[in-house]
């Protein structure tokens, strides 16, 4: 299996990519880092803890990370998340296990021990700038780095322009697309909008494994709930997951190979720039996925996660 480090601000849809994860027999993950992003990081940890206990994988190491972004204040998405970020669904609190304080020296450690180890950011990108800032060298190695956030030509989800994980901490983000050794793969809105969430799909799971789909319902209840009254969807995004089975089947998701790096501030805040058209003659930095297939990404979620097959 790939040895895997999930960096995350769990959160309703990182939750939903965990579970997919530590359902993924080709995946390893050797340990779960927090990020200050949906809710702040320490929350986070505690959502990830309820998420393994549910997986009954509570032996996965949880790190807490950056509590706040490198330069700007930090906003969390309780609004779209819930105070408790898991959908205000408030799930028991793990209380046999504490997560471990420092996560960016948890991430360079085991970079160091295995250098082919794949990282996977599915927030802001603080803890992986400030693991980069510290030892950029540690991710010279064999390993990918995967990333969910950013919009190429799709618009915004928190202002025209920027994806929430890059404005949230746009000067991390921008340390990560200049200072990467490692091929940044992008799995940004252009594709993760694709994924919705429906609830005749929500139904179908709770039919075939009532426990995780009664799950599912009440953490994504509040997201349903936030998409109807802000963009008149029925349904929700689910964006973190398309990255974890990406990670799984590489065929999901099509793009190309460009460089890319990220506005920091004014009314571009976030925003991710493509030089699609090589005006700056930069070596590529960065692979942009473009292109998913949703019915094959659903065909391989709801199995490892319900148990369901595909309808
Ligand atoms: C990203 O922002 C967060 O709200 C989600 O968890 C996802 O990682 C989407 O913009
Ligand atoms: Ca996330």
Not at 186 to 208: A, E, F, N, Q, W
Not at 216 to 229: G, K, L, N
Not at 278 to 288: L, Q, S, T
Request: proline share 7%.
């Amino acid at each position: 299996p790939i040895k895997v480090i999930i960096d995350c601000d769990p959160g309703i849809d990182d939750s939903l990519a965990l579970l997919l994860a530590l359902n993924s027999p080709e995946l390893n993950v050797v340990g779960i880092t927090t990020v200050s992003g949906n809710v702040p990081a320490d929350l986070g940890a505690q959502n990830a803890l309820k998420i393994l206990d549910f997986a009954q994988h509570l032996n996965i190491p949880v790190y807490i990370g950056a509590m706040s972004p490198l330069k700007v204040p930090y906003t969390s998405a309780q609004d779209t998340h819930g105070d408790d970020g898991l959908g205000n669904s408030h799930l028991p609190a793990v209380t046999t296990v504490t997560p471990h304080p420092d996560a960016v020296t948890f991430i360079l450690d085991q970079l160091h021990q295995n250098p082919e180890i794949l990282v996977l950011a599915l927030g802001p990108l603080t803890n992986i700038a400030q693991a980069l800032q510290r030892d950029a060298a540690a991710f010279a190695g064999p390993g990918r780095f995967v990333l969910m956030g950013g919009s190429y030509k799709s618009h915004g989800n928190c202002s025209p322009v920027a994806e929430y994980n890059f404005w949230c901490d746009p000067d991390a983000a921008k340390v990560v697309f200049d200072d990467m050794p490692r091929l940044i793969e992008m799995v940004g809105l252009d594709v993760t909008r694709k994924i919705v969430l429906t609830p005749s799909l929500l139904s179908y799971m709770k039919h075939t494994d009532e426990t995780t789909g009664s799950l599912i319902e009440h953490i994504t209840r509040f997201y349903f709930d936030f998409h109807w009254e802000y963009e008149r969807v029925i349904g929700c995004v689910i964006n973190d997951p398309l990255a974890v089975a990406y990670l799984i089947n590489p065929s999901l998701l099509s793009g190309f190979e460009s460089y890319g790096t990220i506005a920091m501030d004014g009314v571009a805040r976030g925003q991710s720039i493509v030089d699609d058209h090589h005006f700056w003659h930069h070596a590529p930095n960065v692979r942009i996925a473009t292109k998913v297939a949703v019915t094959d990404f659903w065909q391989l979620f709801l199995p490892r996660v319900t148990g369901a097959e595909s309808p």
